[in-house]
């Protein structure tokens, strides 16, 4: 149980749990839906930070993606399958919360940090999905004949043996949630656990056999050639991918399971299925559509409607078309506002800070992706948006230069508050009141005591650049004082020295030394 949040350390500990949920999504539990492990993580986060939990300003793409969910949600007045719309208006509610979740712990958490979890939760969960497909190949028999079949971690699909993995039991949503695994190990290369984990998830990624998601990678993967700096990079980049390329080819021909006959099947069949069907499915769409070109048929109505109007129950396999027939032109209209407004928020965090590139070529990849999925209400995709808003100012880009900042502040030593970032410094007079903890006394009598501090940033540059979090590191310096001066004085007067000094009767005394103590 996490019992403190004087550090960071409690919220570090949630984001891990968090991150790690969405790569086990697969082992939920049936309660008339599916109660996934997140959905358990974001009530954890809900009762452990109820009290410190605070929304900074929205970004504009924010703005856009709050107002897109309520228009959406409002479209359920069409009244055409009220209990499909009302289910998926709870289901927004849960993606609401989960999304403000991850904003507000990435706030916490200083760049590396974060980096930390996506490394350690990736590997880990990439090595559970494979892993799961591995038992799913032996309960099969290595006997891939036929459809629609489910071995643990494997689809059999038109005879192809696609991983599925722990996250979901669809192989292209598999990638959509290792895309931004991916993108950060192929820029972090430099650490081992980083090379060791693009390997098993660029393994992981080619067993899902998933067309939509092989164009995605390729086409982040071109974005991130024409991005990356200087010859040398760029040569090394090509060479790294025909190196791979050529390993996967040479052992596959070595394998009962080649995955190069998959790939090769796999693309020349598109034209002769038609996309696995999404071409007479958009068609289908699109005649819908302008049936309801305004307003649209309502939130998640695109099955029933299908099943009543085209004797086939099935969703767009498309978001952004699925946008359009549900809400129609308007909600299509504030829907791609949102992401022109989050693609350019995630260009200029890249432009300010060159190693937040990962955000923004995964951001470009499971947009590719959204377009042959129905993946409007999945978390996987609202899990990326709040590194774009973190504003931590641990994480801040040095868009100004550290020794501008601390001239610009010292020029400038009483205004009422200096920005730092988007962080800013206030220099009014603040009260810190720490929990209660138990200290023994000079006797070795446990008593319980707290601290209550008055105090104010008497220098803002020292306050952002000395310390991670000025606010906390002034909380642990209260607890540690308080804790060394409790334990220098008895708590009472003994029977044999009324003269004595103790933290009942000397509080004067008592509070210079702890004022001292803090201070140094």
């Known amino acids: 149980m996490i019992k403190s949040y004087k550090s960071n350390k409690g919220y570090y500990n949630l984001f891990w749990l968090l991150t790690f949920s969405l790569y086990i999504g697969r082992f939920n539990i049936d309660i008339g839906f599916s109660l996934k492990p997140y959905m358990l993580v974001i009530s954890l986060i809900f009762l452990l930070t109820l009290k410190k939990i605070s929304i900074h300003k929205m970004l504009s793409f924010e703005l856009f993606m709050v107002i897109f969910i309520l228009m959406h949600s409002m479209t359920a007045a069409n009244f055409n399958y009220p209990n499909m719309s009302i289910r998926f208006i709870v289901l927004y509610l849960i993606i609401f919360i989960f999304y403000f979740s991850g904003r507000f712990l990435t706030t916490k958490l200083e760049i590396k940090q974060i980096e930390r979890v996506i490394s350690i939760t990736g590997i880990i969960g990439v090595i559970i999905s494979l892993a799961y497909y591995s038992m799913?190949?032996?309960?099969?028999?290595?006997?891939?004949?036929?459809?629609?079949?489910?071995?643990?971690?494997?689809?059999?699909?038109?005879?192809?043996?696609?991983?599925?993995?722990?996250?979901?039991?669809?192989?292209?949503?598999?990638?959509?949630?290792?895309?931004?695994?991916?993108?950060?190990?192929?820029?972090?290369?430099?650490?081992?656990?980083?090379?060791?984990?693009?390997?098993?998830?660029?393994l992981a990624i080619i067993l899902t056999f998933s067309r939509g998601a092989y164009l995605a990678i390729i086409f982040g993967l071109i974005v991130l050639f024409l991005t990356s700096s200087g010859i040398k990079t760029k040569i090394k980049a090509i060479a790294t991918t025909m190196g791979f390329g050529l390993l996967l080819y040479s052992l596959g021909s070595r394998m009962p399971l080649n995955p190069i006959d998959y790939i090769t099947?796999?693309?020349?069949?598109?034209?002769?299925?038609?996309?696995?069907?999404?071409?007479?499915?958009?068609?289908?769409?699109?005649?819908?559509?302008?049936?309801?070109?305004?307003?649209?048929?309502?939130?998640?109505?695109?099955?029933?409607?299908?099943?009543?109007?085209?004797?086939?129950?099935?969703?767009?396999?498309?978001?952004?078309?699925?946008?359009?027939?549900?809400?129609g032109i308007i909600g299509f209209s504030l829907y791609m506002v949102f992401w022109i407004l989050l693609l350019k928020a995630a260009y200029s965090l890249f432009k300010k800070q060159k190693k937040s590139?990962?955000?923004?070529?995964?951001?470009?990849?499971?947009?590719?992706?959204?377009?042959?999925?129905?993946?409007?209400?999945?978390?996987?995709?609202?899990?990326?948006?709040?590194?774009?808003?973190?504003?931590?100012?641990?994480?801040?880009?040095?868009?100004?230069?550290?020794?501008?900042?601390?001239k610009a502040s010292m020029q400038n030593?009483?205004?009422?508050?200096?920005?730092?970032?988007?962080?800013?410094?206030?220099?009014?007079?603040?009260?810190?009141?720490?929990?209660?903890?138990?200290?023994?006394?000079?006797?070795?009598?446990?008593?319980?005591?707290?601290?209550?501090?008055?105090?104010?940033?008497?220098?803002?540059?020292?306050?952002?650049?000395?310390?991670?979090?000025?606010?906390?590191?002034?909380?642990?310096?209260?607890?540690?004082?308080?804790?060394?001066?409790?334990?220098?004085?008895?708590?009472?007067?003994?029977?044999?020295?009324?003269?004595?000094?103790?933290?009942?009767?000397s509080s004067l005394e008592i509070a210079e030394k702890l004022k001292i103590e803090i201070q140094n």
């Open 136 to 202: 799913g190949l032996l309960a099969s028999g290595m006997n891939f004949y036929g459809g629609n079949m489910d071995y643990f971690g494997l689809l059999i699909d038109r005879s192809t043996p696609r991983l599925t993995g722990a996250a979901s039991n669809d192989p292209n949503i598999f990638v959509f949630y290792f895309t931004l695994y991916f993108f950060f190990t192929i820029t972090n290369l430099s650490e081992k656990l980083n090379k060791v984990g693009f390997i098993l998830v660029s």
């Open 357 to 406: 590139k990962y955000i923004l070529i995964s951001l470009l990849a499971i947009f590719i992706q959204m377009n042959s999925l129905s993946i409007l209400y999945n978390e996987g995709f609202y899990f990326v948006n709040p590194f774009v808003s973190a504003t931590n100012p641990a994480t801040e880009s040095k868009e100004q230069s550290t020794e501008e900042k601390i």
């Open 413 to 505: 030593p009483n205004a009422a508050s200096i920005a730092a970032g988007k962080k800013k410094i206030s220099l009014k007079a603040i009260t810190l009141n720490n929990e209660r903890q138990k200290i023994n006394d000079a006797l070795g009598n446990p008593i319980v005591i707290g601290i209550v501090v008055v105090w104010r940033v008497k220098n803002t540059a020292k306050a952002v650049f000395n310390v991670d979090n000025y606010m906390e590191f002034l909380s642990m310096q209260c607890d540690t004082a308080l804790r060394n001066i409790v334990r220098l004085y008895p708590y009472d007067v003994s029977s044999d020295n009324d003269n004595e000094k103790t933290l009942r009767g």
């Open 265 to 327: 099947s796999r693309f020349s069949n598109f034209f002769t299925d038609g996309g696995s069907g999404r071409l007479e499915i958009w068609s289908n769409a699109f005649d819908t559509f302008r049936s309801n070109p305004v307003l649209g048929i309502g939130i998640n109505s695109i099955r029933e409607y299908n099943l009543e109007n085209y004797s086939r129950g099935v969703y767009v396999h498309n978001s952004l078309i699925e946008v359009l027939v549900e809400t």
